[in-house]
């Protein structure tokens, strides 16, 4: 299979300039101002269109049993969704229960993936629980290809750990060169608020942030910022929302510590007002929670001075009917906003756009930043000879808006229903084959390659 890209304006992290390029067996073989006379089984007309390097979702729950459920896209629906809006990777964070062996939960997750995702995976290990026999997993784990972990500062009794587990996990992460992704929230200022909260009656989804106030979000990263000081350890902080969380960070960092900090396109474009006044806020209930608008700023900002790394979208589907098991208790509404399908589009719309951040910036964090981070560049996150053929044919000028009743997310709405977009992707392509036209899948279930990466944070 050989594939001609012609005209294209392409951008990368570091560079934008007018190209073809040529791509055969999986891979981007040339890259050249004009490629005449070569045979191509298949050539797109990008005139007038930008070509990014195919978009990396380093956050995703695809699998998940949490809160009393699971949610609800299986890798069919999740990639599809993911190959519409651009996204042509994701890592999944694998998050087994306390008493499930690491092992065990790695092939269960792995299994789930291959032979159904169309596009390519993988995964960040849940450490969600620490023992000698845990440990003896997560060393084999990184031997067959994983080369992060994840951890919970919050979910007590759940994905939760000890502060003695976070230590063993940070000092292993640091030995095998293991980078670690972590949830940083207070669990028992959550729990202790939790209580006090339902206890005067405050049961409705719009008291679930001021049961994690950004206080507790920055005391949980201050906490992960200390044990990486004493460890050595590389580490990540996922779902960053709110200035003092970020504070913490960048605080840090400057004192030494190797910390890249994850933010969300929730973040940068929904407020806490979303989980009002009713119910239906409940849509709109995600840990951290949507935080107060002048926050959007602030991440704004972080993403293109560099202080924030990656644009994710913790993409956690849960349906209206499950949301209502936290009906009378807002503790019990299943936590997650989707955003798979829309990050790419509503990035471009409200930050190249937007004039937020440049083209350039747009595609490092949204792509080459976690490819980086990960392990997987310039196998991924980049277009260069060699790169996997994994590309974005992006059409600027589309004009359109987000519905549910269109989106291919396994989910009856969408947090961001009705909301303009200016841009789109014209082509998508996984290893070298068109996955994705115009807003349609047209790729394949089950070609989605497990990648396996190498410990590189040491
Ligand atoms: O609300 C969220 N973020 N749901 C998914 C689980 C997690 O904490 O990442
Ligand atoms: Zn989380
Ligand atoms: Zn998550």
């Known amino acids: 299979m050989s594939l001609l890209i012609k005209n294209g304006e392409v951008v990368t992290a570091d560079e934008q300039y007018t190209a073809d390029i040529f791509c055969e067996n999986e891979t981007i073989t040339r890259i050249e101002r004009n490629i005449d006379k070569v045979k191509a089984d298949e050539v797109i007309d990008a005139k007038g269109k930008y070509v990014f390097p195919g978009f990396i979702d380093p956050h995703v729950h695809i699998y998940l049993p949490f809160m009393g459920t699971f949610a609800k896209d299986t890798h069919e629906t999740a990639s599809r969704a993911a190959l519409v809006g651009g996204t042509t990777t994701f890592i999944e964070m694998i998050c087994p229960a306390r008493n499930e062996k690491p092992m065990e939960a790695f092939e269960l997750w792995l299994g789930k993936a291959e032979g159904k995702s169309a596009c390519d995976f993988t995964f960040h290990m849940g450490v969600t629980r620490y023992d000698a026999e845990a440990e003896r997993d997560f060393k084999e784990i990184v031997k067959r290809g994983l080369s992060s972990f994840k951890i919970f500062l919050a979910y007590k009794g759940a994905f939760g750990i000890t502060d003695e587990e976070l230590y063993a996990a940070l000092t292993l992460a640091k030995k095998l060169g293991v980078i670690v992704t972590a949830h940083c ?27 994690r106030p950004p206080v507790v979000e920055a005391e949980g990263v201050h906490h992960l910022m200390t044990f990486a000081e004493m460890t050595g350890a590389h580490v990540y902080t996922v779902h960053t929302s709110c200035e003092e969380a970020l504070a913490e960070a960048i605080r840090g960092k400057q004192r030494g510590v190797n910390v890249w900090v994850e933010t969300l396109i929730q ?93 350039q910036r ?51 709405y969408n947090s961001f229903e009705g909301f303009e977009i200016q841009g789109r ?34």
């Open 185 to 211: 929230e207070n669990a028992d200022l959550v729990l202790e608020l939790q209580k006090k909260l339902l206890s005067e009656g405050k049961t409705g989804p719009e008291f679930h942030y001021w049961s």
């Open 267 to 359: 973040y940068l474009l929904l407020d806490r007002t979303s989980a009002e006044p009713n119910f239906e806020g409940a849509k709109n209930v995600m840990s951290p929670p949507l935080r107060d608008k002048k926050n959007q700023e602030v991440m704004w900002k972080a993403l293109a001075d560099g202080s924030v790394s990656t644009l994710a979208t913790d993409h956690a589907p849960f349906d209206f009917e499950q949301k209502k098991m936290g009906k009378d208790d807002f503790t019990k509404i299943p936590n997650g906003i989707p955003s798979l399908e829309d990050r790419v589009n509503l990035y471009f719309t409200h930050g190249v756009k937007g004039n937020k951040i440049d083209v």
């Open 425 to 458: 992707p014209h082509v998508v392509t996984v290893r070298g084959k068109v996955a994705a036209r115009d807003g349609k899948f047209v790729g394949e279930a089950g070609r989605g390659q497990f990648l396996k990466r190498e410990p590189s944070h040491f």
């Open 362 to 412: 747009f595609v490092d964090t949204a792509s080459t930043q976690a490819a980086k981070l990960f392990g997987l560049f310039p196998r991924k996150g980049a277009i260069k000879v060699g790169s996997d053929a994994d590309l974005v044919v992006y059409d600027p000028n589309y004009r359109g808006k987000i519905s549910a009743k269109t989106h291919q997310m396994n989910l009856d």
